[in-house]
């Protein structure tokens, strides 16, 4: 059973950094990560992308975080890390992991999410 476990939400005051870590597990050999990344909620907001990654690590980061999110990948240990330096309180939401998995040598995909961390940012 695919799990991700994901680490690193908080508390922070305005400017300070956070970093946001996922590990993907309980997938065969016959499947691979084709792309991981970071999506949030906030109650004002709809669940929006933060940032996402590719296997060979093309990555696409939402205007509202560019200049301020670095996302990085590990794909021997199946692990994504978003850096967020600079955090605003509109940062505030629940960050929730994302994971789409694809089976080798067929179309399919499945999408995973992690359990969402939260993270506040004190004005």
């Known amino acids: 059973q695919v799990q991700l476990v994901e680490s690193g939400g908080g508390l922070v005051q305005s400017g300070e950094s956070l970093r946001l870590s996922c590990t993907a597990s309980?997938?065969?050999?016959?499947?691979?990560?084709?792309?991981m990344g970071w999506y949030r909620q906030s109650p004002e907001n709809q669940l929006e992308l933060v940032a996402s990654?590719?296997?060979?690590?093309?990555?696409n980061y939402a205007d509202f975080v560019k200049g301020r999110v670095a996302l990085s990948r590990d794909n021997a240990e199946n692990t994504v890390s978003l850096q967020m330096d600079r955090l605003r309180p509109e940062d505030t939401a629940v960050y929730y992991c994302?994971?789409?998995?694809?089976?080798?040598?067929?179309?399919?995909?499945?999408?995973?999410w992690g359990q969402g961390t939260q993270v506040t940012v004190s004005s």
């Open positions: 994302n994971v789409i998995l694809r089976h080798l040598g067929s179309p399919y995909e499945a999408v995973y």
């Open positions: 309980g997938f065969g050999p016959n499947h691979e990560i084709k792309t």
């Open positions: 990654i590719s296997k060979i690590g093309d990555t």
